[in-house]
Nanobody, 115 residues
Framework: QVQLVESGGGLVQPGGSLRLSCGAS????????MGWYRQAPGKERELVATISNTGNTNYADSVKGRFTVSRDNSKNTVYLQMNSLKPEDTAVYYC?????????WGQGTQVTVSS
């Protein structure tokens, strides 16, 4: 089993920034993929950004140029730097890891973008 602990959510004004962190612990084999998904009220969970253990990244079109995903393999931690936040970025953000051969999810952290 892998445990994921997220931090960094909160309330921010439009145009502001937030940084999410997610640390993994437990029976870690290979954290092949780490990243973030989000779910807004009344909508399905969607990909935000992922990063592989070799550094390859993948972003949703809606966040390209504003969000940056990174990871610290020595700490088994993934980050999401969110800049130029918009009200439509409001959602619960979930940390995700693929620790071969299973998927794991964090408990979610609320991000609210509002004036």
């Amino acid at each position: 089993q892998v445990q994921l602990v997220e931090s960094g959510g909160g309330l921010v004004q439009p145009g502001g920034s937030l940084r999410l962190s997610c640390g993994a612990s437990g029976s870690i084999f290979i954290l092949a993929i780490m990243g973030w998904y989000r779910q807004a009220p009344g909508k399905e969970r969607e990909l935000v950004a992922t990063i592989s253990n070799t550094g390859n990244t993948n972003y949703a079109d809606s966040v390209k140029g504003r969000f940056t995903v990174s990871r610290d393999n020595s700490k088994n931690t993934v980050y999401l730097q969110m800049n130029s936040l918009k009200p439509e970025d409001t959602a619960v953000y979930y940390c995700y890891v693929f620790n071969y051969p299973k998927n794991y999810w964090g408990q979610g952290t609320q991000v609210t973008v509002s004036s």
